[in-house]
């Protein structure tokens, strides 16, 4: 796909976005904000009962074009490919910059890989909160581990968790 082709893909997908919307049996749904630009994004995963597979994914967001373009993007990818945990924690930041145009992506890789970030620790949650479960943990004990996780990422240049919308909305926006 050539330059002008890749932009146009992009703005279709923010204007006309792909399975945006909540996920109400989601497994996970995970916020994550790019503080640096604004953008906001919750990505809602269901995993198929019992196996460490994507059933559905969906998202929530509001952000550049490409921040959600690429949200959209990757939730038609994974809906289409149903791929299993590990593939999804195998997909690397840099072929989602390839993916949408390392060309175009490039100058903005936090707001191109932002939706990734995200999905891939909706995974994490849902790998985590399984094993907790097993172990005998409450709701409630796994909530407390979450929030602390959390608490742990702040500084890392991407939010995710709970606070992820609140630090991305009060962060000065960078200009580019």
């Not at 500084?155 to 609140?166: H, R, S």
Request: proline letters at 4%.
């Amino acid at each position: 796909m050539d330059r002008e082709a890749r932009i146009a893909w992009l703005v279709d997908h923010n204007q006309r976005p792909r399975h945006r919307g909540k996920l109400p049996d989601a497994d996970a749904s995970v916020p994550g904000g790019n503080p640096g630009c604004g953008d906001v994004i919750t990505m809602y995963l269901k995993a198929q009962e019992g196996e460490d597979r994507v059933t559905a994914v969906r998202f929530e967001g509001v952000g550049c074009t490409l921040s959600q373009a690429a949200a959209s993007i990757l939730a038609e990818r994974m809906n289409r490919l149903k791929p299993t945990f590990a593939e999804v924690l195998a997909f690397s930041y840099e072929e989602m910059l390839d993916l949408l145009g390392r060309d175009i992506a490039s100058s903005r890789p936090q707001c191109a890989t932002l939706a990734l970030g995200t999905l891939k620790g909706a995974v994490k949650t849902v790998e985590m909160n399984r094993k907790l479960r097993a172990a005998g943990h409450t709701d409630e004990e796994i909530g407390e581990l979450r929030r602390a996780i959390a608490a742990q990422a702040e500084g890392t240049g991407l939010v995710i968790g709970e606070g992820a919308e609140q630090a991305a909305r009060s962060a000065p926006a960078s200009i580019s």
